[in-house]
């Protein structure tokens, strides 16, 4: 079992910036695949961020290519996502989650084992 706790996010106005971090226990991080996702009321969870074990890959929707940076630091089991220039249509609960598969569909909400409770990020216009 890997737990996930999400923390960071909060209430910002449009154009500003906010960094949620994702800390995780239980195995070893470095084996996991790590991604952003996030869900909007009414909408589905939707793929933000991903990126590789070693922290070398990384890929993003195009809704946030350019403004929102993944990294992660396997020696604190710990994943982040930097949002910059943010948009009230950036408004969502942010999710972290782990995978242990090898697929490479990791835009995917089904290629994740792990979830977080989610953090919520709120962008006033």
């Known amino acids: 079992q890997v737990q996930l706790v999400e923390s960071g996010g909060g209430l910002v106005q449009a154009g500003g910036s906010l960094r949620v971090s994702c800390a995780a226990s239980g195995r070893t991080f470095s084996n996991y695949q790590m991604g952003w996702f996030r869900q909007a009321p009414g909408k589905e969870r939707a793929f933000v961020a991903t990126?590789?074990?070693?922290?070398?890959?990384?890929d993003y929707a195009d809704s946030v290519k350019g403004r929102f940076t993944i990294s992660r630091d396997n020696a604190k089991s710990t994943v982040y996502l930097q949002m910059n220039s943010l948009k009230p249509e950036d408004t969502a609960v942010y999710y972290c989650?782990?995978?242990?598969?090898?697929?490479?569909?990791?835009?995917?909400?089904?290629?994740?084992?792990?979830w977080g409770q989610g953090t919520q990020v709120t962008v006033s216009s």
């Open positions: 990126i590789s074990r070693g922290g070398g890959s990384t």
């Open positions: 989650a782990a995978s242990g598969g090898y697929n490479g569909r990791y835009f995917s909400v089904r290629e994740y084992d792990y």
